[in-house]
């Protein structure tokens, strides 16, 4: 393994031997918390110079067993999801979606964006739930973990799969992306959201392009999401631009550019949530912040504690995605008067679910009345 220090000896990351890495938001991959092993690589002086060669991508296929996930959590505005793909490329430093890796007995360091877990075959799956005599529609919500529209949807194509599926059921969704790869699918969200059954969230952490790659290193531009927002809203598909992750000390004085950006793209209503750093995220981010903005790590930590009452995390509900405290207060506050000023909105008309009506399938026998 190779290893680097900075000058306090913190660790930076521990990178497999002969693995060259580019454009990846994190530079370690410590076994999960699950295994009963950790393996580590010790240079016995018998290893053979060669070219480091690249780490790229793999994607394994699921055999798709249940297609929607359900939750109880009092501070979540749905109650069920569907993920098309496990893991993430856009392999953002901070994402909370990764110690869902360990699961899988995988790494929430760079397995998390580089072990991908594609699940075609979700939509026949998705359909049989849905038509179940006990099920009740409510808005499903993706994105929720992993983002639906990362690279490998271009030749995977789950989440079209399942947009397909929720069109014909006339069944509402909520979804959550940064990618543009949403564009290709304006031909199903267009129509379903002239009939109030679909919304989109485009996440933004910041407008600095530069911050966004180290960030957000596969994640589309600053720039490209608002064209994006454009692009949906041109197409009647209404727009929320979330404010996520706002990381004290670094990202939160972008809070107002962005929503002002994000208006003039077609945004109609916002929202915002803290910087989450729970399990083997912490550790990730404080090399991040190592790495990448090491005169600004003291400060972003210390203000993440002020929220967290002494700790850079607590998942409590209600205060975890907001923190407590005078920060957390203000950043409501200036929130709350950016929405103002901006004519935004933060709660936008339900979905519709007076709709909800399962296609005909051959063979059915028809309806008398």
């Not at 918390?33 to 010790?42: L, S, T």
């Not at 995220?281 to 993440?304: C, D, S």
């Not at 005078?326 to 950016?338: K, S």
Request: glycine fraction near 8%.
């Amino acid at each position: 393994m190779a290893q680097s220090e900075d000058e306090t000896g913190f660790e930076l990351g521990t990178v497999p031997r002969g693995v060259r890495l580019r454009a990846r938001g994190v530079t370690s991959n410590a076994t999960g918390r699950f295994e009963g092993a950790v393996r580590v690589a010790v240079d016995d002086g018998w290893a053979l110079e060669e070219d480091a060669r690249l780490l790229q991508a793999e994607v394994r296929i699921e055999r798709v067993r249940s297609a929607i996930s359900y939750n109880a959590s009092p501070d979540l505005p749905f109650d069920r999801s569907v993920n098309p793909y496990r893991g993430c490329e856009h392999g953002c430093a901070y994402c909370y979606a990764r110690p869902s890796h360990a699961y899988l007995n995988l790494s929430p360091g760079l397995d998390f964006e580089t072990k991908l877990i594609a699940r075609p075959g979700i939509g026949p799956v998705l359909a049989q739930e849905l038509r179940a005599r006990t099920y009740k529609p409510a808005v499903i919500a993706i994105g929720t973990n992993t983002d639906p529209y990362q690279p490998i949807e271009r030749d995977h194509r789950v989440m079209r799969e399942v947009l397909e599926v929720l069109a014909a059921f006339r069944h509402p969704v909520a979804i959550t992306t940064k990618g543009t790869l949403v564009e290709r699918d304006l031909d199903v969200l267009g129509p379903m959201a002239a009939v109030g059954l679909a919304r989109v969230g485009v996440s933004m952490t910041t407008l600095d392009a530069g911050l966004s790659r180290a960030l957000e290193p596969r994640a589309p531009s600053p720039a490209r999401r608002l064209a994006m927002i454009r692009r949906l809203s041109d197409a009647g598909v209404p727009v929320r631009v979330m404010v996520a992750p706002v990381i004290p000390g670094l990202t939160d004085m972008d809070m107002e550019a962005v929503l002002e950006a994000a208006r003039d793209a077609g945004a109609v209503a916002a929202s915002w949530i803290l910087l989450r750093l729970p399990g083997e995220v912490e550790a990730l981010f404080r090399e991040w912040l190592a790495i990448h903005a090491p005169g600004r790590a003291e400060k972003v930590l210390a203000r993440l504690a002020d929220l967290h009452g002494g700790a850079v995390y607590t998942a409590g509900f209600g205060t975890r995605m907001r923190g407590r405290g005078l920060w957390a207060d203000l950043i409501a506050q200036r929130f709350a008067l950016a929405l103002g000023r901006l004519g935004l909105t933060l709660h936008q008309p339900p979905l519709r679910c007076d709709l909800f009506a399962p296609p005909a399938r051959p063979g059915d026998q028809l309806r008398l009345f």
